[in-house]
């Protein structure tokens, strides 16, 4: 089952502009990650906010997490051609026997138009 | 440095035939890992987990089955394709020591079921 949803599932901006991405989850979890997919690849991890952490900064990336609301978002600044792709959340949780699952959403799909 | 790899990259298969996929991690000991399909603009599906050899969990059921012969090998199989399983099929893996673990994927699979 999913236990992310990222909203909005599509988003179109200008160069230049800001993104926002927003992530739901429904039950606890160890850590919250954000992914990004170019299409037709592989994912790629961009960052990693932990259960006790409420925001976190990588270059133009920004996340935020609100447990009590069980949702993140993830903002990219000044963005650009190359940020074209799919953004997806990863939920962290323990799966037994010491191992941890990650759980994915069904993406927001960005579009920058140059 | 750790590396995955996942073939063959592109795949077209008439249905009822056998379907075998691998994947291999190199560069780490005891990873957990991991097979996801991919819907054609949907999120990721996870199929099945790894902690260890000779250890699978399925999370949907279905006509695909994975086995782990080796610390670092993961295979996805089918005796008999449907339709339905055409889709674009990631492996990836995890540290299974910290919670805070990233995951790594491979570079997918196209499989398309004629």
């Known amino acids: 089952s999913q236990q992310g949803e990222e909203d909005p599932q599509a988003l179109s901006i200008q160069e230049g502009e800001n993104a926002t991405m927003n992530c739901s989850y429904k039950?606890?979890?160890?850590?919250l990650q954000w992914y990004r997919q170019n299409s037709g690849r592989g994912l790629v991890h961009l960052i990693l906010?932990?259960?006790?952490?409420r925001e976190k900064h990588s270059g133009r990336l920004r996340v935020t997490l609100d447990t009590s609301k069980k949702s993140s978002s993830l903002l990219i600044t000044a963005s650009r051609a190359a940020d074209t792709a799919s953004y997806f959340c990863?939920?962290?949780?323990?799966?037994?026997?010491?191992?941890?699952?990650?759980?994915f959403g069904k993406g927001t799909k960005l579009s920058v138009i140059p | 440095s750790q590396t995955i790899h996942q073939w063959p990259a592109t795949l077209v298969q008439p249905v009822g035939s056998p379907l075998s996929l691998e994947c291999t991690v190199e560069g780490t000991s005891n990873p957990n890992l991991y097979w996801y399909r991919q819907a054609a603009g949907r999120g990721l599906q996870l199929l099945f987990y790894s902690v260890g050899i000779g250890q699978i969990s399925s999370e949907v059921p279905q006509n695909l089955s994975a086995s782990r012969p080796q610390d670092r090998q993961f295979i996805l199989s089918s005796k008999k394709l449907l339709l339905s399983d055409s889709g674009f099929y990631l492996c990836a893996w995890s540290g299974s020591l910290y919670v805070d673990t990233e995951a790594f994927f491979g570079q997918g699979t196209r499989l398309t079921v004629v």
């Open positions: 990863a939920t962290s949780v323990g799966s037994g026997a010491g191992s941890y699952q990650l759980t």
């Open positions: 039950t606890s979890i160890n850590n």
């Open positions: 906010i932990r259960s006790n952490e």
